[in-house]
């Protein structure tokens, strides 16, 4: 069975520092995708980063970067120079790469709170 | 980018009545949409995998017949809370799945809050 974990249930940061969001998953497959979303208040998903389990390339996006080890099952999500506009609940989430069967099981979100 | 809608964004409702609830992908064909339940603080749990012309598959513990799933078109699935009691509202968000092959791509409809007096 497929797990993913947010030991973080809620952070707050004091706006322009950095901050790392913790995702530690498990899977039993091979191939897989992982996923970062970000909901805002207004409750709708916002796709961030989707990576392939073969490709453990470290990506930056602005002042996003994600951390993939596959050796340590996590995906880790840093912001840099936060700002008050990424307060926001995330989401970490894994997905079976087999055609069909591709439903996204999501960890219980970070709660991340930017204060000025 | 993939644009799915959902319709209504917000329901109130007494107990006992159904809602519906609807979700379409506004600009690509969907054979497959999936619906989230998510409670206040929570996660998004999966409901089901709506595939279009063929019946829902729903998760353990989801209800079928109080959950009723209808994927009649490439670019509409709704789902239907029947009876619904104030245990049921929630934030309800489909998404619709574009590609084919190992890759999965979901794209997120805004969401239906519904509350159940």
């Known amino acids: 069975a497929q797990k993913v974990t947010q030991a973080q249930t809620e952070i707050s940061v004091v706006e322009k520092e950095d901050v790392t969001l913790d995702c530690v998953y498990e899977?039993?497959?091979?191939?897989?995708?992982l996923f970062w979303y970000k909901q805002p208040p207004s409750g709708e998903l916002v796709f961030l980063i989707r990576r392939n389990s073969f490709d453990e390339q470290n990506e930056i996006s602005g002042r996003y970067s994600w951390n993939f080890q596959k050796s340590t099952s996590s995906f880790n999500f840093t912001i840099t120079a936060s700002q008050v506009v990424d307060s926001a609940v995330y989401f970490c989430a894994l997905s079976e790469a087999n055609f069909g069967n591709e439903k996204l099981t999501f960890g219980t979100g970070t709660r991340l709170t930017i204060i000025p | 980018g993939a644009v799915v809608s959902q319709h209504p964004s917000r329901v109130i409702c007494k107990s006992g009545t159904s809602v519906k609830i609807e979700c379409r992908s506004l600009d690509f064909q969907a054979t497959t949409m999936f619906w989230y339940r998510q409670f206040p603080k929570q996660s998004l749990m999966l409901m089901a995998t709506?595939?279009?012309?063929?019946?829902?598959?729903?998760e353990q513990g989801v209800e079928k017949d109080k959950f009723l799933i209808n994927h009649a078109s490439l670019t509409l699935s709704t789902l239907t809370v029947t009876s619904a009691h104030p245990e049921d509202s929630s934030f309800y968000i489909c998404?619709?799945?574009?590609?084919?092959?190992?890759?999965?791509?979901?794209?997120f409809g805004p969401g239906t809050r519904l509350t159940v007096l």
């Open positions: 998404s619709a799945r574009v590609g084919g092959g190992g890759y999965n791509e979901q794209f």
């Open positions: 709506s595939n279009e012309g063929s019946k829902a598959t729903y």
């Open positions: 899977t039993r497959d091979t191939t897989y995708y």
